[in-house]
């Protein structure tokens, strides 16, 4: 079965997030955007965890649903909410229980602030684990708490509470607080695991990287790679996300996620091709995240990364040290070409983390380039709806569909003829960038303007 997973994502619990975050939201938001597996977020956070409880029941070994008395007393508010509305044949999505950690402790005499996305099979499972973290700091303050563990220790202590448990680090290029960031990680998932190392099967790309800048770094070709949004607002949930090859339940999950280089010693046969694996990914154009290129943000500087060692580093205008990029970071560490056009191979065994993978531009921002206002204007909004209701969901518009099928749709303001101009020169990856950098997210668009120009992953 080919299921669209969203696996790390947050609740209203978390700083910095929106308070819609809710299971039903989280659910409705799952279905405009065409996903059929959302993690849950935050289930070491105790409220978190006990409206989890209370919504959800179990559909499946591992996976649940949201109960129907939740789903029929939110869909009544959905028009005065505001939220577009869903078609009546959408699959239910599924949850499985997610949550983000924050390490930050000294290694080597050097701080280090490492994130990372557990997955855990069962709420006995969160219940247990969320005891095991209440020993060692606060976990009701943040629905990503932050630990003064080892990431190593962390690791342990899951797989104590139960050994169907997974961890992956998370945004594993973000330079401050990731595995291999350039500020306080390390130079290897080994270095940071140790011992454990052999644990971790996967990691997770992030907005600024995608799987072709992962693939120059030889120590990595050992993990499954995988994208998810890290949504922080319900119609940010899939703005990456991967597509996987399972069946419904938790150890499916578990098993598609492993399925990659050096993992496949209980995947049985990889010629069939009905194995559980990752089919593809769905990113970002990496240069949209917020840490693709060197930069200061407060002097409005961008380098590359040929461009950063001719100025040793430092901001052109104030002398200040910039904040290092994703892309010089795995320069550092590449120890082939780095191309973040290529392709995967077609011939690219399941046993391998080659994946092919699609570069997309999130359907608001689509719109609101078309009609010149905000993403979260009154205007977008009303063509976002007409155009889910038609596409059935975003995935199934900016995937799925043919361009004379959009062509066949339309908007006050928005001909189906543009749009589908706009999603085949996106899908061609014919589009215009301009960097992210030091927190700043990039600006892409579908049609070329003052902004440089490159030809990006073609399907």
Same mark, same amino acid.
């Given at each position: 079965?080919?299921?669209?997973?969203?696996?790390?994502?947050?609740?209203?619990?978390?700083?910095?997030?929106?308070?819609?975050?809710? *299971?039903?939201?989280?659910?409705?938001?799952?279905? *405009? @955007?065409? $996903?059929? +597996?959302?993690?849950?977020?935050?289930?070491?956070?105790? =409220?978190?965890?006990?409206?989890?409880?209370?919504?959800?029941?179990?559909?499946?070994?591992?996976?649940? /649903?949201?109960?129907?008395?939740?789903?029929?007393?939110?869909?009544?508010? *959905?028009?005065?909410?505001?939220?577009?509305?869903?078609?009546?044949?959408?699959?239910?999505?599924?949850?499985?229980? /997610?949550?983000?950690?924050?390490?930050?402790?000294?290694?080597?005499?050097?701080?280090?602030?490492?994130?990372? +996305?557990?997955?855990?099979?069962?709420?006995?499972?969160?219940?247990?684990? =969320?005891?095991?973290?209440?020993?060692?700091? #606060?976990?009701?303050?943040?629905?990503?708490?932050?630990?003064?563990?080892?990431?190593?220790?962390?690791?342990?202590?899951?797989?104590?509470?139960?050994?169907?448990?997974?961890? $992956?680090?998370?945004?594993?290029?973000?330079?401050?607080?990731?595995?291999?960031?350039?500020?306080?990680?390390?130079?290897?998932?080994?270095?940071?695991?140790?011992?454990?190392?052999?644990?971790?099967?996967?990691?997770?790309?992030?907005?600024?990287? #995608?799987?072709?800048?992962?693939?120059? *770094?030889?120590?990595?070709?050992?993990?499954?790679?995988?994208?998810?949004?890290?949504?922080?607002?319900?119609?940010?949930?899939?703005?990456?996300?991967?597509?996987?090859?399972?069946?419904?339940?938790?150890?499916?999950?578990?098993?598609?996620?492993?399925?990659?280089?050096? #993992?496949?010693?209980?995947?049985?046969?990889?010629?069939?091709?009905?194995?559980?694996?990752?089919?593809?990914?769905?990113?970002?154009?990496?240069?949209?995240?917020? %840490?693709? %290129?060197?930069?200061?943000?407060?002097?409005?500087?961008?380098?590359?990364?040929?461009? /950063?060692?001719?100025?040793?580093?430092?901001?052109?205008?104030?002398?200040?040290?910039? /904040? =290092?990029?994703?892309?010089?970071?795995?320069?550092?560490?590449?120890?082939?070409?780095?191309?973040?056009?290529?392709?995967?191979?077609?011939?690219?065994?399941?046993?391998?983390?080659?994946?092919? %993978?699609?570069?997309?531009?999130?359907?608001?921002?689509?719109?609101?380039?078309?009609?010149?206002?905000?993403?979260?204007?009154? @205007?977008?909004?009303?063509? %976002?709806?007409?155009?889910?209701?038609?596409? @059935?969901?975003?995935?199934?518009? +900016?995937?799925?569909?043919?361009?004379?099928?959009?062509?066949?749709?339309?908007?006050?303001?928005?001909?189906?003829?543009?749009?589908?101009?706009?999603?085949?020169?996106?899908?061609?990856?014919?589009?215009?960038?301009?960097?992210?950098?030091?927190?700043?997210?990039?600006?892409?668009?579908?049609?070329? =303007?003052?902004?440089?120009?490159? @030809?990006?992953?073609?399907?």
């Amino acid at each position: 079965m080919r299921i669209i997973a969203d696996l790390h994502i947050h609740s209203r619990f978390s700083r910095a997030t929106s308070p819609k975050l809710t *299971v039903p939201v989280l659910e409705h938001w799952a279905r *405009v @955007k065409g $996903i059929g +597996l959302v993690g849950s977020g935050d289930c070491t956070h105790p =409220q978190w965890l006990t409206e989890l409880r209370e919504q959800l029941e179990e559909a499946e070994e591992g996976l649940y /649903t949201l109960k129907d008395c939740f789903r029929g007393g939110f869909a009544r508010s *959905v028009p005065a909410e505001g939220f577009p509305a869903v078609s009546a044949d959408t699959d239910i999505p599924r949850f499985v229980l /997610t949550g983000e950690i924050s390490t930050i402790y000294s290694s080597k005499g050097k701080t280090r602030k490492v994130h990372h +996305l557990i997955l855990l099979p069962n709420f006995k499972a969160a219940e247990v684990f =969320q005891t095991k973290l209440e020993r060692i700091g #606060n976990i009701s303050s943040d629905g990503r708490p932050i630990l003064g563990l080892d990431s190593r220790d962390l690791l342990e202590l899951l797989l104590e509470t139960d050994e169907r448990a997974v961890l $992956i680090p998370a945004h594993i290029w973000t330079p401050w607080f990731s595995v291999l960031g350039a500020r306080s990680g390390f130079d290897s998932i080994d270095e940071c695991y140790r011992d454990l190392s052999s644990h971790v099967h996967t990691i997770e790309t992030g907005l600024s990287s #995608n799987p072709p800048m992962n693939w120059a *770094v030889s120590s990595l070709d050992r993990f499954s790679i995988i994208s998810n949004s890290d949504a922080h607002s319900p119609d940010k949930l899939g703005r990456e996300a991967t597509v996987l090859e399972m069946e419904r339940s938790y150890a499916s999950l578990a098993a598609a996620l492993k399925c990659g280089t050096g #993992n496949l010693a209980d995947s049985g046969s990889m010629k069939t091709g009905t194995v559980p694996h990752i089919i593809e990914t769905i990113e970002f154009f990496p240069q949209e995240g917020k %840490y693709h %290129y060197d930069g200061h943000r407060k002097c409005g500087i961008f380098l590359d990364p040929g461009r /950063t060692h001719l100025s040793s580093g430092r901001c052109p205008v104030c002398g200040k040290l910039l /904040t =290092q990029g994703v892309m010089r970071r795995v320069l550092e560490l590449a120890d082939s070409p780095v191309d973040e056009t290529a392709i995967c191979p077609a011939d690219a065994p399941l046993c391998s983390n080659r994946r092919s %993978y699609k570069s997309l531009i999130p359907l608001k921002e689509i719109l609101s380039e078309l009609t010149g206002t905000g993403a979260a204007s009154k @205007k977008v909004s009303s063509a %976002y709806d007409i155009f889910i209701r038609a596409g @059935k969901s975003e995935f199934n518009l +900016l995937i799925n569909l043919s361009l004379k099928e959009i062509e066949r749709f339309s908007c006050p303001g928005i001909s189906g003829e543009l749009l589908a101009g706009a999603i085949g020169r996106m899908r061609e990856g014919n589009v215009s960038i301009t960097p992210g950098y030091d927190g700043e997210y990039g600006i892409i668009k579908v049609f070329p =303007q003052r902004f440089h120009f490159i @030809k990006m992953n073609t399907y």
